[in-house]
């Protein structure tokens, strides 16, 4: 193993360990405070239709966002592993009815039987999970390259085009810088319970 795969692997642990530590009191205020943040951007009040995904392992719940965009006719999508195609995502229509399952990482999304599904770069907004982030558009992840597979279109676009990609995170998941591979597809910027970090120059 290299040093810098070295570095993330610890990173990944001590960050997953800060977050999960976090208490529910805590978790609550943050996504009280992430839906505050996200309601003052443009770039979210904007689109129409938005992917989330349902918090695991201390991530920042997206759940308020979720009631609130429903309450707003935004339409929600949760993203799901695809079936076939090795480390990519799909993206279903989480609507109060959907049936949810658990995946093999024990994460909850919707079963895909019969689910109308929406291709990646049919999203106006796509908020990401992560573990680290940067005030350049830097994301850490899991470490399965998922959304980095199925974002990996947008390296050939045309930048400020399609599909925007912003992170949702505790704000003690910012770090000062990381490095990035040729593969990782840059954020937007990232909102936290406290502010929104604007990478795009
Ligand atoms: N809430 C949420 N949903 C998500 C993601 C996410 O980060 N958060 N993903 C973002 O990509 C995708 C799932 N990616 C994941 C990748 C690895 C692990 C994980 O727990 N890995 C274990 C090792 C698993 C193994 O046995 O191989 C670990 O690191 O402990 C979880 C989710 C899609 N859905
Ligand atoms: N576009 C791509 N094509 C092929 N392999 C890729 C691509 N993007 C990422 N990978 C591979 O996926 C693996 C994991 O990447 P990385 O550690 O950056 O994941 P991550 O961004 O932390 O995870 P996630 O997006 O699932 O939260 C790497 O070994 C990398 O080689």
């Given at each position: 193993?290299?040093?810098?795969?070295?570095?993330?692997?610890?990173?990944?642990r001590?960050?997953?360990?800060?977050?999960?530590?976090l208490?529910?009191?805590?978790?609550?205020?943050?996504?009280?405070?992430?839906?505050?943040?996200?309601?003052?951007?443009?770039?979210?009040?904007?689109?129409?239709?938005?992917?989330?995904?349902?918090?695991?392992?201390?991530?920042?719940?997206?759940?308020?966002?979720?009631?609130?965009?429903?309450?707003?006719?935004?339409?929600?999508?949760?993203?799901?592993?695809?079936?076939?195609?090795?480390?990519?995502?799909?993206?279903?229509?989480?609507?109060?009815?959907?049936?949810?399952?658990?995946?093999?990482?024990?994460?909850?999304?919707?079963?895909?039987i019969?689910?109308?599904?929406?291709?990646?770069?049919?999203?106006?907004?796509?908020?990401?999970?992560l573990?680290?982030?940067?005030?350049?558009?830097?994301r850490?992840?899991?470490?399965?390259?998922?959304?980095?597979?199925?974002f990996?279109?947008?390296?050939s676009?045309?930048?400020?085009?399609?599909?925007?990609l912003?992170?949702?995170?505790?704000?003690?998941?910012?770090?000062?810088?990381?490095?990035?591979?040729?593969?990782?597809?840059?954020?937007?910027?990232?909102?936290?319970?406290q502010?929104?970090?604007?990478?795009?120059?």
């Amino acid at each position: 193993m290299n040093k810098a795969t070295d570095f993330k692997q610890n990173l990944r642990r001590q960050m997953r360990k800060a977050r999960r530590s976090l208490t529910p009191a805590q978790q609550r205020q943050h996504a009280h405070g992430l839906l505050a943040t996200l309601r003052r951007l443009t770039q979210f009040r904007r689109s129409r239709t938005i992917a989330l995904y349902l918090a695991s392992d201390g991530e920042i719940s997206a759940e308020q966002v979720i009631d609130y965009c429903r309450k707003r006719g935004k339409q929600c999508f949760l993203p799901v592993l695809h079936p076939v195609r090795h480390n990519r995502l799909w993206f279903i229509e989480y609507k109060k009815e959907t049936v949810l399952t658990k995946n093999i990482y024990g994460i909850k999304e919707p079963s895909v039987i019969r689910a109308p599904r929406r291709p990646a770069w049919a999203l106006d907004l796509v908020l990401l999970p992560l573990v680290a982030f940067d005030d350049e558009g830097g994301r850490l992840g899991m470490g399965g390259g998922y959304y980095d597979r199925t974002f990996a279109f947008k390296q050939s676009w045309r930048k400020d085009r399609g599909t925007r990609l912003i992170g949702l995170a505790h704000d003690l998941q910012k770090v000062d810088q990381l490095t990035t591979e040729s593969w990782d597809i840059p954020l937007e910027g990232v909102a936290t319970e406290q502010r929104f970090y604007n990478a795009a120059q």
